[in-house]
């Protein structure tokens, strides 16, 4: 069974629900990896632990995220595995923050995904490439 | 001070030789990372930790290695001063029990981040395999 787009949209959705929307302990987001303990990537520095991910997001409040578009590559089928490249929109606010000081931004992604026996899609490697924030957006440090 | 091609193949070298050469243990190759649980990850499946990178290189013997041509080296950022390093690498050994048996050939594609610590060291980020790719009469060998 092919890793598609629409799986890799419903991965993101999915994991990002987890930690932006229910803003759900490491413990949950670990549920979205193969590997235990493992490292969000932030290509140019500040890699976070799943923890550390879960403390930044509990600054946030009023996320939202949609999927921009993703690039699915096969890598190989025993394990199933595919690279996905792709982007989110991802909108928040600083809790205490005006209702119009929205951080608005574009998070790029390199992920490798493997599917499980269950048929379930797991992270293998998640990194996110970069994030570019749109005119006008609040700042936040991450 | 910019991650230059001869720092890559300065760490690969340095690396190979831990884990082929002298075979060290997992605990001593985890001192060429930024993080000490890292994994090598196989983009084709099988990612290894470091136990069983070592466990891989205690059956093989005669190892050598070396850079194939120059590494692609991309700056990411200064703060802290990372680079991806997009190379190859040619990967011989002997299974250990097979003292005169064929050898194990390889072109062993690599991706990595790099950063530089305050030391001026370079550390492994990610390592990620991208392939590995068997010469026509190259010995067998799974890696997992």
């Known amino acids: 069974m092919a890793i598609t787009r629409d799986d890799i949209v419903a991965l993101a959705k999915a994991y990002l629900d987890c930690v932006m929307v229910r803003q759900e302990p490491p413990s949950e987001q670990q549920k979205f990896f193969l590997h235990q303990d493992p490292t969000l990537f932030l290509l140019r520095g500040e890699d976070m632990t799943l923890q550390q991910n879960y403390d930044l997001h509990q600054k946030l409040t009023d996320e939202e995220h949609w999927s921009v578009g993703w690039d699915v590559t096969p890598l190989c089928d025993k394990p199933e595995r595919a690279r996905a490249v792709g982007a989110f929109y991802w909108q928040a606010r600083v809790r205490g923050r005006p209702e119009t000081e929205l951080i608005k931004a574009y998070c790029f992604q390199d992920w490798i995904v493997q599917r499980l026996p269950s048929g379930a899609l797991k992270f293998v490697v998640y990194i996110n490439t970069g994030h570019s924030f749109l005119p006008g957006s609040a700042t936040v440090d991450i | ?144």
């Not at chain 2, 991650?3 to 060429?32: C, G, P, Q, Y």
């Not at chain 2, 983009?43 to 290695?65: C, F, P, S, W």
């Not at chain 2, 003292?99 to 530089?116: F, T």
């Open chain 2, 1 to 144: 001070m910019a991650i230059t091609n001869e720092d890559i193949v300065a760490l690969a070298s340095a690396f190979h030789d831990a884990s082929m050469v002298k075979k060290s243990t997992a605990a001593e190759m985890a001192e060429f990372f930024l993080y000490p649980e890292s994994r090598i990850f196989v983009l084709h499946g099988g990612d290894l930790t470091l136990q069983a990178n070592y466990e891989i290189h205690q059956k093989l013997v005669d190892e050598i290695h070396w850079t194939v041509g120059t590494w692609d080296i991309t700056p990411l950022s200064d703060h802290p001063e990372r680079a991806r390093a997009q190379g190859i690498v040619y990967w011989q050994g002997r299974h250990v029990d097979q003292a005169d048996g064929a050898l194990l050939k390889c072109y062993v594609g690599e991706d990595w981040v790099v950063e530089r610590v305050p030391s001026g060291e370079l550390k492994f980020v990610i390592y990620v395999n991208s392939f590995h790719r068997f010469l026509p009469d190259a010995a067998p060998i799974e890696i997992r």
